[in-house]
Nanobody, 126 residues
Framework: QVQLVESGGGLVQPGGSLRLSCAASGFTLDYYAIGWFHQAPGKEREGVSCIKGRAGSTYYADSVKGRFTISRDNAKNTVYLQMNDLKPEDTAVYYC???????????????????WGQGTQVTVSS
């Protein structure tokens, strides 16, 4: 069964850190671009970060540059999103998704991604 499973969400205070994991089963992650998206209540799902397959180029939304880092562990078939200096506006459900090769101009287009996880809640609050 082809699927992605996110984990690592939770409640954290402003300035805190979380590491999200996106584990794949039924297919090999490193052939795909893996994106992280988030969706806050009443808002559209937006791209947060992406790591390309093989070459491993990375992309970030302006709002998270310098705070979030995406990485992959091919041996574990898992992609991670390290989130530091979290802010209340980062509160959302975070989804990972697998898609075809992307570029800096397309990575955030959620319609390109074909396999989605179920999401994990991140809440940043004091």
């Amino acid at each position: 069964q082809v699927q992605l499973v996110e984990s690592g969400g939770g409640l954290v205070q402003p300035g805190g850190s979380l590491r999200l994991s996106c584990a794949a089963s039924g297919f090999t992650l490193d052939y795909y671009a893996i994106g992280w998206f988030h969706q806050a209540p009443g808002k559209e799902r937006e791209g947060v970060s992406c790591i390309k397959g093989r070459a491993g180029s990375t992309y970030y939304a302006d709002s998270v540059k310098g705070r979030f880092t995406i990485s992959r562990d091919n041996a574990k078939n898992t992609v991670y999103l390290q989130m530091n200096d979290l802010k209340p506006e980062d509160t959302a459900v975070y989804y990972c998704a697998a898609g075809p090769p992307v570029s800096e101009n397309t990575w955030y287009l959620r319609g390109l991604y074909r396999i989605w996880g179920q999401g994990t809640q991140v809440t940043v609050s004091s």
